[in-house]
Every structure is written in structure tokens, then in C-alpha cells.
């Protein structure tokens, strides 16, 4: 009797966290993604000023442009980013391919997204910083319940309070959790993340409102 009870216990878990991650996952990962490409494009009009690569930086400003005029000249913007990519200067890969993986989650390829995030991620040439934030991208775009320990694995060197992604990262580590069906080790996560006063005030929002959901 004792093992049917635990059974029932598990699968009424497993039930509700997968609820939690349908009603929230998709929200999280949807604002954090829009902040985290927001900062991409800051970083990467940083580099356009003070590269002494003007060239490129043109190029790369070109290309966005043509990311951001239409679905008609999609084509055209990723072979100029294939192009910046393949001159091998390593700030302007990491943004070509950020700007390549925006591309595709507006297209909803999300496979080639996260393969751009990942030749971010695994280029040893790359600043910490892009690869870094790469990491944080693959995790918001390619959560699942089965990989969900792996990203985490991933995501906690990150999640460190010197990082600059360390709050993206930390929220993200928590939804995991929750996507895992591991819901006491997402509540001291989401605990923290809604006290603390350093957070973005729409992060510590959210984490009050799962508390609140998971009877925290």
C-alpha cells in the first residue's frame, strides 16, 4: 500500500509541475529571450564603435537591417551573416551567429537556432561573456523535462553574482527545476529571486506569483 501511495504522490508531482512549465515556462523564457537579444544588440553596437574593424561593423549593422525588414530578404540576411561569420574576427562571429539565431526562432526553426547558440557556446575564441550568454539562450529556447539536469549542469557556473547573466541564468536554473518536476528545489530558488531587491522587478514578480502557485 505504502508504494501505491508513493506512486500516486510522484505522479501527482510530475502532473503539476508539468502544469507549472505549460503556464509558465513559455512566459519566462519569452521575456528573458527579448532582454537577453536587447543586450546582444547593445554589446554588439558597442563592438561597432570601438572595433577598429569599421568594415565590419558596417556589415554587421547592414545585416541587421536586413533582419529586421521582412521576411522576403531573410535569405539575403543570413548569407551576410554567413559571410561576417566566415571572416573569423571572434566578437563578430559571436554576434553574427546570435543575429543568425534570432533569425530562426522568428521563424520558429528552432534547431538551427540552438545550433547557432551552440557554435557560440563551444568557440574557445569567443569572450566569456558571448559564451556565456549563448548558454543562457540555449537553455531559454531548448528546455524539455528530459534535458532539463543537463542545462542546469550548464547554466550553474553562470549563475554566480559577478556574471553578468547571473539573474537570467538563476531564474532559468529555477524553471528548470520546475520542468524536471523538482518543485522543493525550485522553491528556494524562486524564494530568493522574489527577495532579492537587486533583481529586475519583473523577475521577482514572476517568482512570487509560481511561489504562490506552488503553495510556497
Same mark, same amino acid.
Given at each position: 500500500?505504502v508504494?501505491?501511495f508513493?506512486e500516486?504522490?510522484?505522479?501527482?508531482?510530475?502532473?503539476?509541475?508539468?502544469?507549472l512549465?505549460?503556464?509558465?515556462?513559455?512566459?519566462?523564457?519569452?521575456v528573458?529571450? %527579448?532582454?537577453?537579444?536587447? %543586450?546582444?544588440?547593445?554589446?554588439?553596437?558597442?563592438?561597432?564603435?570601438?572595433?577598429?574593424?569599421? @568594415?565590419?561593423?558596417?556589415?554587421?549593422?547592414?545585416?541587421?537591417?536586413?533582419?529586421?525588414?521582412?521576411?522576403?530578404?531573410?535569405?539575403?540576411a543570413?548569407?551576410?551573416?554567413?559571410s561576417?561569420?566566415?571572416?573569423?574576427?571572434?566578437?563578430? %562571429?559571436?554576434?553574427?551567429?546570435?543575429?543568425?539565431?534570432?533569425?530562426?526562432?522568428r521563424?520558429?526553426?528552432?534547431?538551427?537556432a540552438?545550433?547557432?547558440?551552440?557554435?557560440?557556446?563551444?568557440?574557445?575564441?569567443?569572450?566569456?561573456?558571448?559564451?556565456?550568454?549563448?548558454?543562457?539562450?540555449?537553455?531559454?529556447?531548448?528546455?524539455?523535462?528530459?534535458?532539463?539536469?543537463?542545462?542546469?549542469?550548464?547554466? @550553474?557556473?553562470?549563475? %554566480?553574482? @559577478?556574471?553578468?547573466?547571473?539573474?537570467?541564468?538563476?531564474?532559468?536554473?529555477?524553471?528548470?527545476?520546475?520542468?524536471?518536476?523538482e518543485?522543493?528545489?525550485?522553491?528556494?530558488?524562486?524564494?530568493?529571486?522574489?527577495?532579492d531587491?537587486?533583481?529586475?522587478?519583473?523577475?521577482?514578480?514572476?517568482?512570487?506569483?509560481?511561489?504562490?502557485?506552488?503553495?510556497?
Open positions: 500500500m508504494d501505491i508513493q500516486v504522490e510522484e505522479d501527482l508531482k510530475r502532473e503539476r509541475s508539468e502544469a512549465w505549460r503556464k509558465y515556462g513559455k512566459y519566462v523564457i519569452g528573458a529571450a %527579448v532582454i537577453v537579444l536587447g %543586450v546582444a544588440g547593445r554589446e554588439g553596437w558597442k563592438t561597432y564603435e570601438h572595433s577598429t574593424s569599421i @568594415e565590419n561593423g558596417t556589415r554587421l549593422a547592414n545585416a541587421i537591417d536586413l533582419t529586421q525588414s521582412g521576411e522576403n530578404n531573410q535569405d539575403a543570413l548569407a551576410a551573416l554567413d561576417i561569420i566566415a571572416d573569423g574576427n571572434a566578437d563578430f %562571429v559571436a554576434l553574427g551567429h546570435f543575429q543568425k539565431a534570432a533569425v530562426y526562432l521563424a520558429g526553426v528552432k534547431e538551427s540552438v545550433a547557432e547558440l551552440e557554435a557560440v557556446a563551444g568557440n574557445g575564441d569567443i569572450d566569456q561573456v558571448y559564451r556565456d550568454l549563448a548558454v543562457v539562450e540555449i537553455a531559454m529556447n531548448n528546455a524539455t523535462q528530459s534535458n532539463a539536469m543537463d542545462l542546469i549542469a550548464r547554466l @550553474e557556473p553562470i549563475a %554566480v553574482p @559577478e556574471n553578468a547573466w547571473y539573474y537570467s541564468a538563476r531564474e532559468m536554473i529555477a524553471m528548470l527545476h520546475v520542468a524536471a518536476g518543485i522543493d528545489a525550485a522553491k528556494p530558488l524562486l524564494t530568493e529571486i522574489a527577495d531587491n537587486e533583481a529586475p522587478s519583473g523577475m521577482r514578480s514572476r517568482a512570487s506569483e509560481i511561489l504562490k502557485a506552488i503553495g510556497a
